[in-house]
């Protein structure tokens, strides 16, 4: 998937420390989205951001995550205190604008918690 | 609440024979709807697109109709290939939108 880089690519914490996931969107695209994929399931929405800008974060969990997209730098989904059920593929997806447009995804960041 | 649904987790299709993947959607304020590939261990692609003023859309072997009444559409590919082999998601979308709705995804596999 040419253009969005996530990193790490693979992430193993232990219960009770921090994830942080990286994504720097592709050249030209200001918008930015997470997705999270348990296992056998599709992708579900979890924020939505522009510069230093949180748009939509409905799918976020109320606790724990965050998300930030700095005007400097890739976008952050910060997840504290993780706990077993956080582990999945977790997926930064981005556009030139909103509505409309094809997202472009990243190959994700597989966050496994021991 | 799942508003995209694909009901068919799997599908086998001979070689050189057409595959159709379908997808069903609940909402009917969605009006652009995409499919995506995806290999294991990487993100979804994009694919094809259609937008609701349209009833098909066609890009090479992939084909994409979309039929709003019953609110449903599918995803053709002729002749079908080994490297078709993947992953395939619905996702639906409003113009206004901030987020896709993904549906489970269907597994294909394309025996040569």
């Known amino acids: 998937n040419a253009g969005v880089m996530q990193n790490p690519r693979h992430l193993v914490r232990r219960r009770g420390q921090e994830a942080r996931l990286r994504c720097s969107p592709m050249?030209?695209?200001?918008?930015v989205y997470w997705y999270r994929q348990l296992p056998e399931e599709g992708l579900k929405f979890m924020v939505y951001?522009?510069?230093?800008?949180?748009?939509?974060e409905s799918g976020m969990p109320k606790e724990r995550f965050s998300a930030e997209f700095p005007k400097e730098g890739p976008s952050i989904l910060r997840i504290q205190q993780v706990v077993r059920g956080d582990s999945a593929a977790y997926f930064c997806?981005?556009?030139?604008?909103?509505?409309?447009?094809?997202?472009?995804f990243g190959d994700g960041t597989r966050l496994s918690i021991l | 609440d799942q508003q995209v649904k694909q009901n068919s987790p799997s599908l086998s299709v001979q070689e050189g024979r057409i595959s159709i993947l379908n997808c069903d959607y609940t909402n009917s304020m969605f009006d652009y709807f995409l499919w995506y590939k995806k290999y294991p261990a990487e993100g979804p692609t994009f694919l094809i697109s259609?937008?609701?003023?349209?009833d098909k859309n066609e890009d090479g072997r992939f084909t994409v109709f979309l039929n709003k009444s019953a609110k449903h559409l599918s995803l053709h590919i002729v002749p079908s290939q080994p490297g078709d082999s993947a992953v395939y998601f619905c996702a639906a979308t409003s113009n206004t939108g901030n987020q896709f709705y993904f549906g489970t995804g269907t597994s294909l596999t394309v025996i040569p």
């Open positions: 259609i937008s609701s003023i349209k």
């Open positions: 951001l522009q510069k230093e800008n949180i748009i939509d």
């Open positions: 997806a981005s556009s030139p604008q909103v509505g409309g447009q094809p997202q472009h």
């Open positions: 050249k030209g695209h200001s918008h």
